[in-house]
């Protein structure tokens, strides 16, 4: 399973550091606390200076490239995790201290930086080939997991007398001691070669098969043996026909590189025309504005400078892979 998207306390929370006044935020029994007492407070705080260059961050995005990211995508990216978690989701969103609104600004906000990431890259023809050769479709399958191995290969005898999805599925519901998926027949999210949580063995094993096999030997991992069904496997095809998804892979790539976000980031703050109207923030940018300028190709934007100490502007718009406070993964053969 993907890890979730989890934007840091810069994206989610909605404090307005411009609008301050004598307005109260908080009674006591000593006094009242005011919106400029609290302003002056946070600022001088590392969590409140974060706050502000993610607002600023967001705003020049917003500008640039608001018009690229569409309510529906948003709503598609929501609903994706949405339904990952199913019946757990809003019990999942409360633990990571967020609601559906907070969730779904942290995506947009993910989705700004990728489009800035987009148009600060060029994709070459040898990039696109190297990329390729990594390649697995989005393919979907089941298991059955065990402890034993003996168990294992019991259960491949009972499919090389009844391979079909049906027994398959039973068999599952019947023997893997994987509580996650064994009530669906041990069906696991739809992956492909740029999943991360599964287990390299496992992932091979699952990649080798045609749609409609099933592993003839257990796949050993650390969660025990594994009997792997394939349920759909489209096959690799030809390169020219996922030119697209080779290059959405490049720029996830890019978009887990922390020198590659800082380098976008920086270049993004220098083109906003930031003025910052306290001088007890004037260097609040300083860590940004002072890297050199964003590569454009994946094999040189290695090479950009990124400063030592890493803020929390490039971590809180990283994407899938990156923000981030992550959720339990809910299968066991990961």
Request: hydrophobic share 30%; charged share 25%.
């Amino acid at each position: 399973m993907k890890k979730w998207l989890v934007a840091c306390a810069g994206v989610l929370m909605t404090l307005s550091l411009s609008a301050c006044s004598s307005k109260t935020v908080a009674t006591t029994s000593g006094g009242k606390i005011t919106e400029s007492q609290y302003y002056d407070s946070m600022k001088k705080t590392s969590s409140g200076k974060q706050i502000l260059q993610q607002m600023i961050l967001d705003k020049i995005l917003e500008g640039k490239y608001g018009d690229k990211v569409t309510d529906k995508m948003v709503n598609k990216e929501y609903n994706k995790y949405k339904k990952q978690y199913g019946s757990s989701f809003s019990a999942v969103l409360s633990q990571n201290g967020l609601t559906a609104s907070a969730f779904k600004k942290s995506i947009r906000s993910n989705l700004l930086l990728r489009q800035a990431v987009i148009a600060n890259t060029k994709i070459t023809d040898a990039q696109l080939k190297k990329q390729w050769k990594s390649y697995e479709p989005t393919i979907t399958v089941a298991q059955i997991l065990v402890s034993n191995e003996d168990e294992a290969k019991s259960i491949i005898e009972d499919l090389n007398k009844d391979g079909s999805w049906k027994n398959f599925k039973k068999l599952a519901k019947e023997k893997s001691i994987d509580d996650s998926t064994k009530n669906d027949g041990g069906k696991l999210p739809s992956f492909n070669n740029t999943d991360t949580s599964l287990d390299s063995t496992f992932k091979k094993a699952a990649f080798a098969l045609k749609q409609g096999e099933y592993t003839k030997e257990p796949v050993k991992t650390s969660y025990g043996y594994h009997i792997i069904y394939s349920i759909k496997n489209p096959g690799k095809g030809k390169m020219s026909d996922h030119t697209q998804e080779l290059k959405d892979q490049i720029i996830d790539e890019k978009l887990n590189d922390s020198a590659t976000l800082q380098a976008v980031i920086s270049k993004e703050f220098k083109e906003g025309n930031v003025s910052i109207k306290d001088s007890d923030l004037k260097d609040i940018l300083a860590d940004y504005l002072s890297t050199s300028s964003v590569t454009t190709s994946s094999s040189s934007s290695k090479k950009s400078s990124s400063s030592k100490k890493e803020s929390s502007s490039s971590e809180a718009s990283s994407s899938e892979s990156s923000s981030e406070s992550s959720v339990a993964d809910s299968s066991s053969a990961e």
